[in-house]
């Protein structure tokens, strides 16, 4: 039976579905269609779309990698960048750099793709927040995210992984 209903009504979240809501106004299915998925930040785009390129003339301080142009990211943004198969997101902080883990303690929201207020950094997936300075997790005590420390030499943001 709900074969048949499907294949006459169409799937339940489905574009005949949202324009019989549309037409006849919403329904309690609209209630379970699942979130949006939040747009990528600008500052990923940017960074993917204006090729700003790390430096590769720079040699990074004994266990540091070069991660970032200081110039990829304005003052107030984030993203996530994978290095030395670890993801990590990279801050810039009105000008001082931060480095944390991506992944969020509660249910791995990609922080990398969250937002930042000052030195707080808000996860994309529900909304827990993070002291960029030492990891502490400001909506959850005793969670924490693990920080990595970030040197700039030249053009290049290094991070210690
Ligand atoms: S995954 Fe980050 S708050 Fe839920």
Redesign the pocket.
């Known amino acids: 039976m709900s074969l048949l209903r499907t294949l006459l009504l169409g799937r339940e979240n489905g574009l005949r579905a949202r324009l019989k809501r549309r037409v006849l106004g919403g329904g309690a299915s609209e209630e379970r269609a699942p979130p949006p998925r939040p747009a990528r930040p600008v500052a990923a785009e940017k960074a993917l779309n204006l090729g700003v390129e790390p430096p590769k003339d720079v040699t990074p301080p004994d266990g540091y990698e070069v991660v970032l142009h200081k110039n990829a990211l304005e003052p107030g943004e984030v993203i996530e960048v994978i290095i030395a198969g670890k993801a990590i997101a990279v801050a810039n902080v009105g000008g001082a750099w931060h480095a944390c883990s991506n992944a969020?303690?509660?249910?791995?929201?990609p922080?990398g793709e969250?937002r930042l207020e000052g030195h707080v950094l808000t996860?994309?997936?529900?909304?827990?927040q993070f002291d960029l300075r030492d990891g502490t997790c400001l909506?959850s005590p005793g969670d924490t995210i693990a920080t990595y420390p970030v040197e700039v030499v030249g053009d290049a943001v290094c991070v210690a992984v």
């Open positions: 969020c303690p509660h249910a791995e929201g922080l969250g996860c994309p997936y529900h909304g827990w909506t």
